[in-house]
């Protein structure tokens, strides 16, 4: 049971002993009315008793009175007015005993009704004082539960307090708990965004390796090539070795090595050169569509907005390629000139000089031309990687200011600025 159970329970049994209460002093006005009609009947009892006595004591007088009155003249006027006196009280005597026989059966039926009134009031009482000693024993019994609830009470509220004291050091350590998984949720968000640009890179690695492989695999085979054609060549030149005392002779054989090997092979070389600055330029140009689409699928990726630095900078980015482009172009133009040119020399008048620097360049040993072909390839990995470090110092610098710009503009503004930025690029990028 509980304490809001026991208040019930002692409000009605306070209410039940009020009703009682109020019945005992409905039953004491009930006495005070049965003691006020005892009293009226015991006065009139006495008026009856002193009516009874008056009657009696006229009687004997007008006994003692008689035989004085008989010789008198007087004694029938006497007798008469005696009469008419005592008549006339004997019949308000008579009326007022009547009455108060009337009130007297009135008042026993009262008396009666009121005694047995009073029987069942006294009945009623002893069952209300049997229920009220019930109800005092159980408000007791609830006093005593009370006061032990009371303790019970006092010995949770203390627990509530250390449990409380206990709680504050706890939620401050959820709460620093929940700050630090804030912390690597933001962590970890931006390690995916670091993992997705390295993936990028990966990707650009990856393409970057390929065409790596393929130039390796093209200058094996172009090396191959000229081997074969350094060896055909020194045997040649061993053949014309043997006419050195005949110079008409050898001139003639070396005048013929030349034609064999170098306007046609120029040609060929230069044609072979041209074909594979085509190819290297297809080759830059697919991995800058590529590099522009995998940075527009980021772009629309992230929900960040482009700033105007990020504008800025990819602007530049773009303008740096299309210089880059720009550049190669005017390279493989300048090369290739260069090479029709010489193929044009080679093919005309050739001052002894040249002609002498040809040979010895014909004849020049494997190593030399590793060399030239490791310098060569050293040069070109040198731009390659310039390049790349300053591609990836762009694309750093795109990924900065997207982070930046995630939390300053809205998805508008992304979208309109994605939709102006990518006729931009691929203006610049054609």
Same mark, same amino acid.
């Given at each position: 049971?509980?304490?809001?159970?026991?208040?019930?329970?002692?409000?009605?049994?306070?209410? %039940?002993?009020?009703?009682?209460?109020?019945?005992?002093?409905?039953?004491?006005?009930?006495?005070?009315?049965?003691?006020?009609?005892?009293?009226?009947?015991?006065?009139?009892?006495?008026?009856?008793?002193?009516?009874?006595?008056?009657?009696?004591?006229?009687?004997?007088?007008?006994?003692?009175?008689?035989?004085?009155?008989?010789?008198? &003249?007087?004694?029938? !006027?006497?007798?008469?007015? *005696?009469?008419?006196?005592?008549?006339?009280?004997?019949?308000?005597?008579?009326?007022?005993?009547?009455?108060?026989?009337?009130?007297?059966?009135?008042?026993?039926?009262?008396?009666?009704?009121?005694?047995?009134?009073?029987?069942?009031?006294?009945?009623?009482?002893?069952?209300?004082?049997?229920?009220?000693?019930?109800?005092?024993?159980?408000?007791?019994?609830? /006093?005593?539960?009370?006061?032990?609830?009371?303790?019970?009470?006092?010995?949770?509220?203390?627990?509530?307090?250390?449990? /409380?004291?206990?709680?504050?050091?706890? &939620?401050?350590?959820?709460?620093?708990?929940?700050?630090? =998984?804030?912390?690597?949720?933001?962590?970890?968000?931006?390690?995916?965004?670091?993992?997705?640009?390295?993936?990028?890179?990966?990707?650009?690695?990856?393409?970057?390796?390929?065409?790596?492989?393929?130039?390796?695999?093209?200058?094996?085979?172009?090396?191959?090539?000229?081997? #074969?054609?350094?060896?055909?060549?020194?045997?040649?030149?061993?053949?014309?070795?043997?006419?050195?005392?005949?110079?008409?002779?050898?001139?003639?054989?070396? #005048? &013929?090595?030349?034609?064999?090997?170098?306007?046609? #092979?120029?040609?060929?070389?230069?044609?072979?050169?041209?074909?594979?600055?085509?190819?290297?330029? !297809?080759?830059?140009?697919?991995?800058?569509?590529?590099?522009?689409?995998? !940075?527009?699928?980021?772009?629309?990726?992230?929900?960040?907005?482009?700033?105007?630095?990020?504008?800025?900078?990819?602007?530049?980015?773009?303008?740096?390629?299309?210089?880059?482009?720009?550049?190669?172009?005017? !390279?493989?133009?300048?090369? %290739?000139?260069?090479?029709?040119?010489?193929?044009? =020399?080679?093919?005309?008048?050739?001052?002894?000089?040249?002609?002498?620097?040809?040979?010895?360049?014909?004849?020049?040993?494997?190593?030399?031309?590793?060399?030239?072909?490791?310098?060569?390839?050293?040069?070109?990995?040198?731009?390659?990687?310039?390049?790349?470090?300053?591609?990836?110092?762009?694309?750093?610098? =795109?990924?900065?200011?997207?982070?930046?710009?995630?939390?300053?503009?809205?998805? &508008?503004?992304?979208?309109?600025?994605? *939709?102006?930025?990518?006729?931009?690029?691929?203006? /610049?990028?054609?």
């Amino acid at each position: 049971m509980d304490f809001d159970t026991l208040k019930k329970n002692r409000t009605a049994a306070k209410s %039940n002993i009020t009703r009682i209460l109020n019945s005992i002093n409905k039953l004491k006005d009930t006495e005070t009315d049965i003691t006020y009609f005892e009293t009226k009947l015991e006065q009139l009892q006495k008026a009856f008793d002193r009516y009874s006595t008056v009657q009696d004591e006229i009687e004997h007088n007008i006994s003692e009175l008689q035989p004085t009155l008989i010789d008198s &003249e007087n004694r029938d !006027l006497v007798e008469e007015q *005696c009469d008419k006196v005592t008549q006339k009280e004997a019949d308000d005597y008579k009326h007022q005993v009547y009455v108060l026989e009337n009130e007297h059966i009135k008042f026993k039926s009262i008396i009666m009704t009121l005694e047995k009134d009073i029987i069942d009031i006294k009945k009623e009482i002893l069952e209300r004082d049997s229920t009220i000693e019930d109800k005092e024993k159980r408000i007791f019994q609830l /006093k005593s539960k009370n006061q032990e609830l009371e303790k019970f009470k006092f010995i949770l509220d203390f627990k509530i307090k250390e449990l /409380k004291s206990q709680i504050e050091p706890r &939620e401050r350590t959820i709460q620093e708990q929940v700050t630090q =998984i804030n912390e690597m949720v933001r962590e970890l968000e931006n390690l995916q965004k670091v993992i997705l640009n390295l993936d990028t890179q990966m990707a650009e690695g990856r393409a970057k390796l390929a065409a790596a492989v393929n130039e390796v695999r093209k200058e094996v085979e172009k090396n191959r090539v000229m081997k #074969k054609a350094l060896q055909a060549i020194r045997m040649d030149i061993h053949h014309a070795s043997g006419f050195i005392q005949n110079v008409p002779m050898l001139q003639k054989v070396v #005048k &013929e090595m030349y034609h064999k090997y170098n306007a046609d #092979k120029d040609f060929e070389v230069s044609q072979a050169e041209d074909t594979e600055a085509k190819s290297e330029f !297809l080759r830059q140009r697919d991995f800058l569509e590529r590099t522009v689409s995998t !940075l527009h699928a980021q772009a629309t990726k992230s929900s960040s907005t482009l700033s105007f630095d990020k504008v800025r900078l990819v602007e530049e980015n773009a303008a740096l390629l299309v210089e880059t482009n720009q550049l190669r172009k005017n !390279l493989q133009v300048e090369i %290739n000139q260069n090479k029709k040119l010489n193929s044009i =020399i080679g093919m005309s008048y050739v001052t002894p000089k040249l002609a002498q620097k040809k040979v010895n360049l014909a004849i020049s040993t494997k190593e030399e031309i590793h060399n030239k072909y490791r310098n060569t390839i050293t040069k070109n990995e040198a731009a390659i990687e310039s390049l790349v470090q300053e591609n990836e110092r762009l694309l750093n610098i =795109i990924a900065e200011n997207v982070e930046r710009a995630e939390a300053e503009a809205d998805e &508008e503004g992304q979208n309109s600025r994605d *939709c102006s930025l990518m006729p931009l690029l691929q203006k /610049k990028m054609t």
